[in-house]
C-alpha cells in the first residue's frame, strides 16, 4: 500500500483496504517440492519457496534444499529456481537455474555453495534452465535448455559444465532428462511438437507417438516414460510401448510423469486427469485428487519426482501450495523459512 501524500480518499481507501483484505498482505506460505533422492537413509528435496504477499503476483521462488524434513539452504538470490537434486558420497548437488541482470542463468549448487561457469552462461541476455542432474564417475551432466534471442529453445546438455548443443535452434526444442550408463549418455525432450530420444547425441528411433519426459537404463534395458496418442500417460521399454493411463492426464501434469526401476521393479509418476499417483509393475498406486476448487481451472495439487530406496516409494510434490511428501503413500507438509 503506498504512503498517502494526506490524509484524504486515499487514507479511506487504504483503511477499507485493510479492513477488507488483510488477508493480502500477509506474506505468502507456499512452496513446491520438484525432485527427490534418497542416499543412507537421507531424504533430500529440492523445490522452492515463494516470497512475497498475496497481491503481489507472480510472487518471486528461492531455490531451497530440504534434508530429512528441514531446510538445509535456500538461494540468497531471488528469483532463483531448483529442479533437481543428486547426491554422491558427501556432495550434495542442486541444478537449477536463477535470474541475473533480469534473465535466468544456469546455476548449480555444490554443497550450498553455488557453482558457475563461463562456458554454462556464456551468452548475454539469454535465458538458460536446467531440468535434470546425473552424477557419474566424478562428472556432472546437467540437462535443459537455452532460450536464445528468437525465443525458441535449443536443447543442450553440460557435462562439468561444458554446453553440449543437441538442436540448432530451428525448432523450439528442450531436454526434460538425461541418465548416465556405463560409456553412454541417454536424453529425452522435444523438438518442435515431436518427442526426441537421444543418445550420446544422436537421435534415436523412437515411437511416433511418444512425448518421453523421463529415462531410466537398467541392467541394458532403455525406459522411457511419457504420453502417447489420448493424452495417456504410457512406459516404454526399448521402444515396446504399454499404456498405463485409464484418463487422459491434464495438460499441466504432462511434464511431471517419470520412470524409476528398482530391482525387478518398474515405477512410473504420473495422473489420470487430476489424479495424482503413479504405477508399480502396472498396478495403480492413488496418492491425491488434484482437481481445481470451483472457479478455478489450475489443479490444486500436483507429484512432481520420484525416488524407490529399500522398498520404500517417495513422492514430491505439493498440495494447495504446501510443499508434501509423500512416502508409501502418506503424506507429510515440508516446513517453510
Known amino acids: ?48 519457496q515463494f516470497f512475497g504477499y498475496d497481491f503481489q503476483r507472480p510472487p518471486s521462488p528461492k531455490a531451497t534444499l530440504w534434508k530429512n ?31 541475473i541482470d533480469r534473465h535466468y542463468k544456469a546455476a ?5 555453495h553455488v557453482l558457475y561457469s563461463e562456458e554454462m552462461n556464456s551468452y548475454d541476455n539469454i535465458s538458460y534452465r536446467e531440468y535434470s542432474l546425473f552424477l557419474y564417475g566424478g562428472d556432472k551432466y546437467v540437462a535443459g535448455g537455452i532460450y536464445d534471442g528468437s525465443q525458441r529453445g535449443i536443447a543442450v546438455i553440460w557435462k562439468n559444465g561444458i554446453a553440449h548443443h543437441l538442436t540448432d535452434g530451428t525448432s ?7 541418465f548416465v550408463s556405463g560409456e553412454d549418455v ?87 486427469g487430476h489424479k495424482l499417483g503413479y ?20 489443479p490444486t495439487a500436483f507429484a512432481n519426482s520420484m525416488f524407490v530406496s529399500d522398498n520404500n516409494v517417495y513422492v514430491v510434490g505439493q498440495n494447495d501450495d504446501v510443499a508434501v511428501l509423500w512416502k508409501n503413500d502418506m503424506m507429510q507438509t515440508l516446513p517453510l523459512n
Not at 503506498?2 to 480518499?9: C, E, H, Q, Y
Not at 548449480?108 to 550450498?112: E, V
Request: net charge negative.
Open 69 to 99: 524434513g528441514a531446510i538445509q539452504f535456500q538461494s540468497e538470490t531471488t528469483p532463483s529456481n531448483a529442479d533437481s537434486v543428486v547426491v554422491s558420497d558427501a556432495d550434495v548437488c542442486v541444478a537449477g537455474s536463477q535470474s
Open 108 to 112: 548449480l549448487w555444490l554443497n550450498g
Open 172 to 178: 523450439d526444442a528442450w531436454v526434460r532428462s538425461v
Open 1 to 48: 500500500m503506498k504512503t498517502p501524500v494526506t490524509i484524504s480518499v486515499a487514507f479511506v481507501l487504504g483503511m477499507l483496504f485493510l479492513g477488507c483484505h488483510g488477508s493480502r498482505l500477509e506474506p505468502l506460505r507456499e512452496a513446491y517440492a520438484i525432485s527427490v533422492f534418497v542416499q543412507n537413509g537421507d531424504v533430500y528435496i529440492a523445490g522452492n
Open 279 to 298: 504405477w508399480k509393475n502396472g498396478k495403480r498406486h492413488a496418492l491425491a485428487d488434484g482437481s481445481p476448487t470451483a472457479g478455478h481451472s489450475y
Open 186 to 272: 541417454y536424453c529425452v525432450g522435444y523438438e518442435g511438437s515431436q518427442g526426441v530420444f537421444w543418445k550420446n547425441g544422436l537421435k534415436q528411433k523412437l515411437d511416433p507417438n511418444c512425448l518421453p519426459t523421463s529415462v531410466y537404463v537398467f541392467d541394458e534395458i532403455v525406459y522411457l516414460a511419457g504420453i502417447t496418442e489420448g493424452n495417456l500417460v504410457a512406459l516404454w521399454k526399448n521402444n515396446d510401448k504399454q499404456v498405463l493411463g485409464a484418463e487422459p492426464i491434464d495438460v499441466n501434469y504432462k511434464n511431471s510423469v517419470s520412470v524409476f526401476v528398482s530391482g525387478t521393479d518398474v515405477y512410473v509418476l504420473g495422473n489420470e
